[in-house]
Every structure is written in C-alpha cells, then in structure tokens.
Antibody, heavy 120, light 108 residues
Framework: EVQLLESGGGLVQPGGSLRLSCAAS????????MSWVRQAPGKGLQWVSA????????HYADSVKGRFTISRDISKNTLYLQMNSLRAEDTAVYYC?????????????WGQGTLVTVSS | EIVMTQSPATLSVSPGERATLSCRAS??????LAWYQQKPGQAPRLLIY???TRATGIPARFSGSGSGTEFTLTISSLQSEDFAVYYC??????????FGQGTNLDIK
C-alpha cells in the first residue's frame, strides 16, 4: 500500500525558513517523480515543485522559484521541501504527491498534508 | 501558463441523479487532463487521468470525456459519498501544472 506522510509544518514568521519532509513507503521510491502541491485556506490546489525519480531534474512554480528547494534522499525514501524567505501568501496545507514528471505527469497518490502558517 | 476554468462553481444535485461538471482549458491540452475529488479535511484523490481513464478502484459511475479544450466529468447516479469538491488538472504543458478552481458538488 502506497503511503505518504508529511511532517515539518508549523508557525513561522515572515522571512523565516522551514523544511518539510515526506516519508514514502509501499513503492519503489526512486522509480517515481514526486511533487509538492499546496492549498491555501479555503482555496484551490496549486502545484509548487516537482523532482524526477533520480533527483537530477527539478521544477518550480514561479511564485516559489529562488526561495524553495525540492530534494529527495533515496536511501531514506524521503522527499523534502526547504522553504526560505517565507511570506504570508505561502500559508497553506502542503501535500506531498506521487507524480509530476515524465512518465507520471498527474498525481496518483497524496499524503494527508502539513499546515504551514506564516505570520508574525 | 495554461488557465483551467471549471463550471459551475457550485452544483446542487439530489442523490441518485446525474451530475455533469465542466472544465475548459485556455489552449489545447490534448487528452492530458486529470480529475480529482477532495472531501473536507482530506487530501485530493485521483479519479480520472488521460481525460477518460478511471484510476484504480474508482467506481464505474464516474466517467470523463473530452479533448482539446473542453472536458466533462459525469457522475451517473450520485451517492452520498460523492458530495465533495472536484478539480481538473492539465499536464500537457508544464511547468507549471495547473488546476481549475474547483466545483463544489453539494446535496440538493
């Protein structure tokens, strides 16, 4: 059974940093692209970033480019999102999702999400 | 960036009736379109990919159609568990992947 479990969310001040993690199980982690998708309170879904299965290719939404970094540790079956220079508009539930690169360009499994609140 | 527009924003339907949800792309996305269902407090769930292929475990009452810029998700006979928000997503031109703003399907 595919499972994705996010952690690392919380309250952070504007300009601060946070690192999200997503522990994956139930599938061969290195064989699948992974993505982060966020949802601001009461709003729709917004794709944030994707990384290829091998980790050699990454992509970002313009709104986070230069501030967020996606990475993965295949030995730990874990996906990360390093978020720097956080802004109020980054407040959202952040979902880890399988997919988002060539071969699987939609999102077939999702974690339960972790809430990030950017506020002073 | 391809803009996805869903209509209507809210759809009120009685249990047992058919629901038809629409999604329009600002330019052709071929058949590279997915549909997701999201219930309150839960993560989205993949329903349809390739515009018309049901994901594993999705009941046959869910069907998708369309290509190019016009797409439809049809739920043939609504069950109580189907009342939720539905999103379409294009994956023809990326990055970025883009979602519609959602259709809230509620009980009439």
């Amino acid at each position: 059974e595919v499972q994705l479990l996010e952690s690392g969310g919380g309250l952070v001040q504007p300009g601060g940093s946070l690192r999200l993690s997503c522990a994956a199980s139930g599938f061969t982690f290195s064989s699948y692209a992974m993505s982060w998708v966020r949802q601001a309170p009461g709003k729709g879904l917004q794709w944030v970033s994707a990384i290829s299965g091998s980790g050699d290719r990454t992509h970002y939404a313009d709104s986070v480019k230069g501030r967020f970094t996606i990475s993965r540790d295949i030995s730990k079956n874990t996906l990360y999102l390093q978020m720097n220079s956080l802004r109020a508009e980054d407040t959202a539930v952040y979902y880890c999702a399988r997919g988002g690169h060539y071969g699987l360009e939609y999102f077939d499994f999702w974690g339960q999400g972790t809430l990030v609140t950017v506020s002073s | 960036e391809i803009v996805m527009t869903q209509s209507p924003a809210t759809l009120s339907v009685s249990p047992g009736e058919r629901a038809t949800l629409s999604c329009r792309a600002s330019q052709s996305v071929s058949s590279n379109l997915a549909w997701y269902q999201q219930k309150p407090g839960q993560a989205p769930r993949l329903l349809i990919y390739g515009a018309s292929t049901r994901a594993t475990g999705i009941p046959a009452r869910f069907s998708g159609s369309g290509s190019g810029t016009e797409f439809t998700l049809t739920i043939s006979s609504l069950q109580s568990e189907d009342f939720a928000v539905y999103y379409c997503q294009q994956y023809n031109n990326w990055p970025p992947y883009t979602f519609g703003q959602g259709t809230n399907l509620d009980i009439k």
